[in-house]
């Protein structure tokens, strides 16, 4: 875009003319009074805010400090899109840039999220970005993104409305979140009912590990393949679906079959190891990688879809987390961990009234999943044209 088709006032501007990486250090946060340690797995992608973190009283190597009003971003695996807006002081990770405006009468601190959000400084991170498992971005990098700058007063009117759009967000979040917490005191409440209890490993007639074959490239492979992303919100979501190229006898042995249950045994994140889905649709010949262990209940006395809820459970996942074994940054179960699990074994008839009330509270926590989806996808869709709109 050439400065001569702008609209009056507003200007092209390189990201670092306006904006600096902080860098701030603090090499003793205990003894500032600083609590909070971020690392990215605590940023969640396409949300600004901060919701968890670890203890300063618990230990870091971090000492890189961060405070209020500074914008996030997380220059490792970019494609994640995490970006949050800090609204408390704290360490955090050395793959987190801390940027604020050099001069809050040029840019507001409160546009800049929304800025680092867009989809052209995000091209721009992962166009700069290098390295084949873990590739980053770099301060260096991300200075040369260019982009219109609206003059102050229309910031504040645009800052406004992508604000006001976030607190709509996270009414419908914070909805979710207290739904989540219901039907887990109802799935508590029901498991601690003094029922019959047997090993895990006693109610399956198999317990599996996928294949291990390499995803094809892209456009080729014939054999369809489930990964972690397609095991998502206790569903088996087909998007970005990928494929290998397997002989028939190792098809044969990864096919899945409805009522399997899939759980995830291998993530960078704890909170995902231990996920669980249950397979119904899915296309032909479709198996699964080895960063996922298939269950197979035993049907004549588990049921696939409690076994699912049960483990999905808090009780059940506190459990589990015992057997969560951290190896080279990697979170790992093994099928041991898994059969070792000590699961209530009501009668079939009851484990299908606890099912019929689990999986009415997933249609409605789907419903809400859709909202904040569309939300999201208003408020970037904003972003991009109001920050974007700068030409006559």
Not at 65 to 71: A, E, L, N, R
């Amino acid at each position: 875009m050439s400065a001569q088709s702008l609209k009056p006032g507003w200007k092209m501007v390189k990201f670092g003319e306006v904006v600096k990486n902080a860098n701030l250090v603090e090499r003793d946060p205990e003894a500032n009074d600083i609590e909070r340690i971020v690392g990215l797995e605590h940023i969640d992608p396409e949300n600004l805010h901060i919701r968890r973190w670890n203890s300063v009283a618990d230990g870091t190597s971090f000492t890189r400090k961060f405070v209020p009003g500074q914008t996030l971003f997380g220059k490792r695996r970019a494609y994640q899109r995490k970006v949050a807006y800090a609204e408390f002081e704290g360490i955090c990770s050395g793959d987190i840039l801390t940027f604020e405006p050099k001069n809050r009468k040029v840019l507001l601190p409160e546009l800049l999220p929304f800025i680092c959000q867009s989809n052209a400084f995000f091209d721009h991170a992962l166009g700069t970005s290098a390295g084949s498992l873990s590739p980053r971005t770099s301060w260096t990098a991300l200075q040369d993104f260019e982009f219109p700058l609206p003059p102050l007063d229309e910031q504040k009117r645009i800052a406004e409305i992508l604000w006001a759009a976030d607190e709509s967000l996270v009414s419908f979040e914070q909805a979710r979140e207290s739904l989540l917490n219901v039907a887990d005191t109802f799935a508590t409440d029901f498991l601690s009912r003094g029922w019959d209890t047997k090993n895990l490993g006693k109610l399956l007639v198999d317990v599996q590990y996928g294949s291990s074959k390499r995803i094809a490239s892209a456009g080729s492979g014939t054999v369809p393949i489930l990964r972690i992303p397609n095991v998502i919100g206790g569903r088996i979501v087909l998007d970005d679906l990928a494929f290998v190229d397997l002989p028939a006898p190792e098809v044969d042995r990864y096919r899945l079959s409805r009522g399997d249950v899939l759980i995830v045994r291998t993530n960078g994140n704890p909170e995902y190891v231990g996920r669980t889905a249950v397979v119904e649709e899915l296309p032909e010949d479709c198996i699964y990688a080895s960063y996922l262990i298939r269950l197979v209940p035993n049907s004549e006395l588990l049921l696939p879809k409690y076994l699912h809820a049960a483990l999905s459970s808090s009780l059940m996942r506190r459990t589990l987390r015992h057997e969560i074994r951290s190896s080279a940054g990697n979170y790992n179960l093994n099928t041991k961990g898994i059969k070792r699990q000590v699961l209530p074994l009501p009668p079939l008839p009851k484990q299908q009234e606890f099912v019929r009330h689990f999986e009415s509270f997933e249609r409605k926590i789907s419903e809400i999943d859709s909202h904040i989806s569309l939300l999201r996808a208003l408020r970037l869709s904003i972003a991009n044209q109001e920050i974007g709109a700068a030409h006559v």
